[in-house]
């Protein structure tokens, strides 16, 4: 039998509408990561009885097999995230050629749902990309790897960690460019 969450007390309404339902073949490995972003995000702590998490302080009760987010996605609304997302991020890059020392072989092209990015002078290429049948953007960096992004409470989260996309990218761009002027939160359009 598979990992239930129990949730009891208040949290805001909008965190309350799971992307899936209980049933789904997801629902008991991604239980414990949807119990790993709550506990970071509200700085909760987690107490297991009986196969049963308890998030404290209490909140409503709700069994969440895989995220959480503001609302289930239709399609359109997803395709229209991941395009603003993906289109600010690669705005946001092409604007370094103005402010930052760049290779000449930095390159930004952006076709089809997939933003790749060719840093140049030996750091690599990351790409983005949207998964429409799964509602994520994938990422592949060469810093960190493979990573999966939902679209959770207004931003795009990877499960494992509770990382933000954005975030991930301010700290790998910081290192590899040796600057802490790099935010890409000042352009976020989703």
Known sequence: MGTRILLIGRLPSTLLRP???KGT???SSSSRYS???LQRSFGLQLEQRHSVHYLFPPMPAL???RMLCSKALTELEFDDLAENTLTSIGDYLDG????LPVDADFDISYAMGVLTIKLGGGRGTY???KQSPNKQLWLSSPVSGPKRYDYIHGQWVYGHDGVALHDLLNEEFRK???TDRIDFNQNRDD
């Open 176 to 178: 590899l460019f040796e």
């Open 35 to 37: 119990a790993v972003i």
């Open 19 to 21: 992307l899936c339902t």
């Open 25 to 27: 073949a997801s629902h």
């Open 127 to 129: 790409v983005i990309n």
């Open 96 to 99: 370094f050629t103005e402010w």
């Open 63 to 65: 069994n969440c097999p």
